[in-house]
C-alpha cells in the first residue's frame, strides 16, 4: 500500500496557528490529532519517567501481594489471558477465578512487565490503592447475587485525562501531577455497574494537543509508552497510547480512551486491539480535560468486539452537564446482547481503491465479502476541511479553563492555557523537552465568535458531505477505512467508527480495519466488527507478554 504523505499545509499550521488552512480529505493522517508530529517515533529524548516512584506506587499492594505468588500467576494465565468478559464472569461463578485474584493477576502482570525491566512499556501512570479491597467487596456482592451487569468486578484502565476520586488527573503533565478531582460522569456509570476502576493509563500529553514535535505515546508524568509488538521500534499511536498499550498487553480486562480525531482508532489499531469511537454525545464528557468541546468524546479500548460492547454500554447515560450529550434509543436495550444476530448479509460498504495495494485490507474485503456483504469501490471525495486545526484551538482556549473552573482541583493555581505555558518554562528540560509548540499556537490563536461559529459550520458540512454524497450515489451501509486514516472526516462529520485487527504487515507491525457509519450507528458498527472478527480471527497477542 502506498505511503500516506503528511501535507506541508498541516505542518505550517503548527507553527502559525493563526492561518487558516485547508486540508484534502483522502487518506490524510494528518487530520488526526495524533499524527500531527513530524517527529520520528524512534527519536526519544526521554524514555522513563523521572516522577513515577515505582516503591511509592507499589507500597499499597506490597502486603497484598506478598502472598500471590508465581505459581498463582501461571496457574491463572489460562484462564485470565486474551479472555473475554463473558469467559471471565463464567469462570468466576464456577468458582474458578475470584474478583480478587482476578484483579491481583493484573497488577502482578503490571510490576512484571511495566516498568523498569527489560520489557516495560511504561503504559501504566498511577493504580488505584484501593482496588484490592473493592475487588473483595465484588467477592461478596457476586456471593450474594448482586450483579447487575457484566462489566461488574472487571479492573479497567481509565486514560489520564479521565477524573476518578481515587487518583489524581494529570494528562501527563507537571502542572496537573496533583489534580484530585472527583468522578467523571463516565467513571460513575462505570462503577454504578460494578466495575473496578483498576488506575490510570499513560498518553500522548494532554492529549497529544501540546509539543507538537514529539513522538506519540509521551507524557512527562509517565514518559515513553512503548508498543508490545515492537518496543522503541513501532509507533504506540496516540494520544490514548497507554490504554492502547496495556489492553494489548493484558494489563486489565480494558481501558477506556478518548479521542477528538483519531486518538482511540490510531493507538487501537497500533496495539490490535478494539477501538471505538462513538457519536458525539453518545458518552458524556464531563470531568474529562478536554481539546474540544466540539469534537471529544470518550470511548472503550478492548481485546474483542464483545467487550466493547459491554464497556460501552456500561457507560451511557445522559449527562444534563454535558451540552452534547444526548438521550437515545441505544440506552433501550443492552448493545452486547445478539451481536451474533445481526447478518453482513446484503449489507453495503465503501472500500477506497486508494488502499488497494494493501494486502491485509484486499484479505479483509474477501473476508467480509465471504459474509455476504457487498463492497463498492470508490473513488474519494475531493473535500477539505478548512480551519481544523483553528477549531481545536479556539475551542481549547475556553474549554480547558472550563474544565479548571468546574471539574478541576480548586487548590491548583493554574487557570488558562497561558498559565500553563509559564509554568512550563521555569523547568522546560523536565517538563517539557519537546516544547510547547501547540499550546503556544492555541494561545496566538484569535476568532470573532462569527468566524468560528463559520468554522465549525463548513467542517460538519464538509465531513458529511464527505461521507453522504458517497452513500446517497451507492446505497451505502457504511465505509470501510484502515486505521486512522479517515479519523478526521469522521470527526468532524461526527460520525462513529470502530476498529478491529486485520493482521500484521511483514514487520510485525499490527493494522486495523475500520468501520464507519452514520451518527447513532453503534449497534450496527458492534455488529459487523463482531461478524468480521469472528470470521477472521486475526488478533494475535503480542508474543514477548504471554
Known amino acids: 500500500m502506498k505511503h500516506f504523505l503528511i501535507l506541508t499545509c498541516i505542518l505550517s499550521v503548527i507553527s502559525c496557528k493563526s492561518v487558516d488552512t485547508t486540508t484534502t480529505v483522502p487518506n490524510e493522517k494528518t487530520s488526526d490529532v495524533s499524527a ?24 499499597p499492594f506490597y502486603k497484598e501481594l506478598e502472598t500471590f505468588t508465581e505459581d498463582n500467576y501461571a496457574a491463572l494465565k489460562a484462564l485470565i489471558l486474551n479472555q473475554d468478559i463473558p469467559t471471565l464472569q463464567d469462570h468466576i461463578q464456577e ?16 510490576r512484571k512487565f511495566d516498568r523498569e525491566n527489560a520489557f516495560s512499556l511504561n503504559s501504566v501512570i498511577s493504580l488505584n490503592p484501593n482496588v484490592i479491597s473493592e475487588a473483595k467487596a465484588k467477592d461478596r456482592a457476586l456471593n450474594n447475587k448482586m450483579i447487575k451487569h457484566p462489566v461488574f468486578g472487571m479492573p479497567i484502565l481509565l486514560k489520564d485525562n479521565i477524573n476518578t476520586a481515587s487518583m489524581p488527573t494529570t494528562a501527563g503533565a507537571v502542572a496537573f501531577k496533583d489534580n484530585a478531582t ?41 514518559g515513553q509508552t512503548l508498543n508490545p509488538y515492537g518496543r522503541k521500534v513501532m509507533d504506540t499511536g496516540g494520544s490514548s497510547s497507554g490504554s492502547g498499550v496495556a489492553v494489548a498487553a493484558n494489563f486489565c480486562v480494558a481501558a477506556i480512551g478518548s479521542e477528538t480525531s483519531g486518538s482511540i482508532l490510531s493507538p487501537s489499531s497500533q496495539n490490535s486491539v478494539v477501538g471505538l469511537k462513538p457519536t458525539i454525545g453518545v458518552l458524556s464528557r464531563s470531568g474529562i480535560i478536554p481539546i474540544s468541546s466540539t469534537l471529544d468524546t470518550p470511548g472503550p479500548m478492548t481485546k474483542n468486539v464483545t467487550d466493547n460492547a459491554i464497556v460501552l454500554d456500561a457507560m451511557l447515560g445522559h449527562d444534563a452537564k454535558d451540552f452534547k450529550s444526548m438521550q437515545t434509543n441505544l440506552y433501550a436495550n443492552a448493545l452486547y446482547k445478539d451481536l451474533e444476530k445481526h447478518s453482513l448479509k446484503g449489507k453495503r460498504f465503501g472500500a477506497f481503491k486508494e488502499f488497494m495495494e494493501d494486502s491485509l485490507y484486499r484479505r479483509a474485503l474477501n473476508d467480509l465479502k465471504n459474509l455476504g456483504a457487498i463492497i463498492v469501490q470508490l473513488e474519494e471525495e475531493r473535500i477539505k476541511l478548512p480551519g481544523f486545526m483553528r477549531l481545536l484551538n479556539l475551542d481549547m482556549q475556553k474549554d480547558l479553563p472550563h474544565y479548571i473552573a468546574t471539574a478541576g482541583d480548586p487548590t491548583i493555581n493554574l487557570k488558562t492555557v497561558d498559565d500553563i505555558i509559564a509554568f512550563n518554562k521555569k523547568d522546560s528540560l523536565a517538563v517539557m523537552p519537546y516544547g510547547q509548540k501547540l499550546f503556544e499556537g492555541v494561545v496566538a490563536d484569535r476568532a470573532t465568535v462569527a468566524e468560528f461559529d463559520e468554522i465549525k459550520l463548513n467542517l460538519k458540512t464538509n465531513g458529511r458531505t464527505y461521507f453522504d454524497a458517497p452513500v446517497k450515489t451507492h446505497n451505502l451501509d457504511g465505509f470501510l477505512s484502515v486505521n486512522n486514516y479517515h479519523a478526521g472526516a469522521a ?15 511483514d514487520n510485525g507491525e499490527p493494522k486495523g480495519l475500520t468501520f464507519i457509519t452514520k451518527p447513532l450507528g453503534e449497534k450496527l458498527l458492534l455488529s459487523w466488527a463482531y461478524a468480521y472478527e469472528f ?3 486475526r488478533r494475535i497477542a503480542p508474543r514477548n507478554y504471554n
Request: proline share 3%.
Open 95 to 110: 468458582g474458578r477465578l475470584s474478583y480478587e485474584s482476578l484483579t491481583k493477576f493484573y497488577l502482578y502482570r503490571i
Open 36 to 59: 500531527i508530529s513530524s517527529k520520528s517515533f524512534t527519536d526519544f529524548k526521554v524514555l522513563d519517567s523521572k516522577y513515577i516512584d515505582n516503591n511509592e506506587l507499589w507500597k
Open 491 to 505: 470527526a468532524v462529520a461526527e460520525y462513529p467508527a470502530i476498529t478491529v485487527p486485520m493482521g500484521y504487515d
Open 182 to 222: 472527583s468522578d467523571a460522569f463516565i467513571v460513575e456509570r462505570l462503577k454504578e455497574n460494578g466495575a473496578l476502576i483498576l488506575g490510570k493509563a499513560n498518553l500522548s500529553e494532554w492529549a497529544y494537543f501540546f509539543c507538537g514535535d514529539c513522538p506519540s505515546g509521551y507524557s512527562a508524568i509517565g
Open 535 to 537: 470470521a477472521s480471527k
